[in-house]
């Protein structure tokens, strides 16, 4: 493709002399605006402004100068199609083959004068008929596209889908920060240290299901960005257990460090701060069902962060403000729903993860060892793959069912870099405390626990760690070169271990 006439129109004008130069020497005719024709014709091009191809002046400031069916016409013009054509012919509409613009630099500025308009507009547009316009957003992309133009075939077709995709990523991202400024009115007391300021900018509209950001702060101090993290991680994790009569999670940190069902939200919000007494000081509570005064009375003397549910009655609601000043209650106004897969984004150093939630995935469920897993268990194997989903990688929940269809954290390890330490230095130990702490036959404890991994076991020396623990039942996704080595060492200690194929990664 030849490159007849160019705009070029950039905030960033690194590099924009050399890509003009080597746009002349291929014959284009270029188009520019205010700043950057004057610095491509102090480099000694020539340049044609834009307001001479519209007829029309740069007005209000600057603000309006590409915004013209003279600019956006030669921009969208469908090559080869005879309406287009006819229309662009009468009206003395030229092509527009390649557009170069980049953004007023909001993100380093942020004021309503460092919104750009006609900016975007140009790069979507060019972006859109990428078919037959080079569009071009990023300095690093001049010198490969001047070299493709050298070639008889000019820019692939591919490249220019490529510069088309990254154009809408760096207009999304725009859009997204000019977002949160506008919704910086809700200070945070902090970020995730006392030094770091904080902002909250709900998403507009708000989600249907519960969330924070629709919630309503009944009482306590304003919130922080970790009671925010920790509240949605809470949150979340609540969710999975949403189809439970009652069901409780304590996050810190973002871990679920303690999580039960029950036939009462107070039968499951004290066997949940039992799952880690020491952990649980400071932390951020989801309970699944409107808070009573009998779940209320379950926190009296033990110090939390935040209390989060559907609702609170009247009743409960007057013992927890008289309990504390500054435990944050937080009204979801609505009920919990079971987690279905969604967006969710990661920002990293020059640019954006997607993916959807780690929500409905299939599990595979085959036993792979001589002695056979329960049938009675696999509800708990189910609860303990829902935690695990929640912990931080590599992770490890000891699923307990300490009475018929109520489950609970005995223990759990997470965040580890090798999964043999987040079993046998932090899970195990974590069980036999509570079952000291509470008093219980550890025999019997165990008969009932179920050890869930997020991901497979790397060798043997999980299945042994357990084994020694006097853990007898295993569930995990498989898939390891080391997968028979581990049905060995089960079948050699009397162990069930069943695969599900599924893994539950959480970085």
């Not at 909001?106 to 006609?118: A, K």
């Not at 935690?387 to 990688?393: E, F, V, Y």
Request: a neutral charge; proline letters at 7%; charged letters at 20%.
């Amino acid at each position: 493709m030849k490159i007849h006439r160019a705009l070029l129109s950039v905030s960033d004008k690194t590099g924009i002399a050399d890509l003009a130069r080597g746009l002349v020497a291929a014959g284009a005719e270029l188009l520019s605006t205010g700043g950057t024709a004057a610095a491509l014709r102090a480099a000694g091009l020539p340049v044609t402004d834009v307001s001479a191809a519209t007829g029309f002046p740069e007005i209000l400031g600057g603000r309006v100068k590409t915004l013209h069916p003279a600019v956006h016409g030669g921009i969208l013009r469908r090559r080869g199609n005879p309406d287009d054509d006819e229309a662009c012919a009468r009206l003395g509409i030229g092509e527009i083959d390649l557009v170069c613009a980049n953004l007023y630099p909001f993100v380093r500025e942020p004021c309503i004068e460092q919104i750009d308009i006609g900016g975007p507009a140009m790069l979507r547009a060019a972006a859109k008929n990428h078919e037959s316009v080079v569009v071009l957003c990023d300095p690093a992309d001049y010198a490969p596209v001047l070299a493709a133009l050298s070639s008889p075939e000019g820019v692939p077709a591919a490249e220019r889908r490529r510069l088309a995709a990254k154009v809408f990523a760096h207009t999304a991202a725009y859009d997204a920060a000019i977002a949160a400024w506008f919704g910086a009115g809700i200070p945070l007391r902090y970020g995730e240290n006392p030094h770091q300021p904080a902002t909250f900018a709900p998403d507009l509209p708000p989600p249907p299901e519960a969330n924070l950001a629709s919630a309503r702060i009944l009482h306590g101090k304003e919130m922080s960005y970790n009671n925010y993290v920790d509240g949605d991680a809470a949150l979340e994790t609540a969710c999975e257990l949403a189809d439970a009569p009652a069901a409780a999670v304590v996050v810190k940190h973002t871990n679920p460090c303690g999580a039960a069902t029950g036939p009462t939200l107070a039968d499951a919000l004290a066997a949940a701060w039992e799952g880690d007494a020491v952990s649980a000081y400071g932390s951020v509570i989801a309970l699944t069902r409107p808070v009573d005064l009998a779940a209320a009375q379950v926190l009296k003397g033990r110090f939390v962060e935040a209390l989060i549910a559907p609702a609170f009655e009247p009743d409960a609601l007057d013992f927890l403000r008289a309990k504390s000043k500054n435990i944050r209650l937080i009204s979801l106004d609505r009920p919990l729903s079971l987690p279905v897969p969604a967006p969710r984004s990661r920002r990293i150093r020059g640019g954006t993860l997607h993916q959807t939630s780690d929500a409905a995935a299939p599990e595979a469920w085959r036993c792979v060892t001589q002695a056979p897993f329960p049938d009675a268990l696999r509800p708990l194997a189910d609860f303990g793959i829902r935690m695990a989903k929640h912990l931080k990688s590599n992770a490890i929940v000891l699923a307990w069912e300490r009475a018929p269809g109520c489950h609970s954290i005995l223990g759990m390890g997470a965040g580890q870099p090798n999964r043999v330490d987040a079993l046998r230095k932090l899970a195990i130990p974590k069980a036999d405390e509570n079952i000291a702490r509470l008093n219980l036959d550890r025999d019997a404890v165990l008969a009932r626990t179920v050890l869930v991994s997020d991901a497979f076991f790397p060798f043997a020396d999980n299945v042994e760690a357990a084994a020694a623990a006097g853990i007898r039942h295993l569930v995990e996704p498989g898939g390891s070169k080391q997968d028979e080595a581990c049905i060995q060492a089960c079948d050699a200690a009397g162990l069930s271990m069943v695969f599900t194929g599924t893994r539950h990664f959480l970085h």
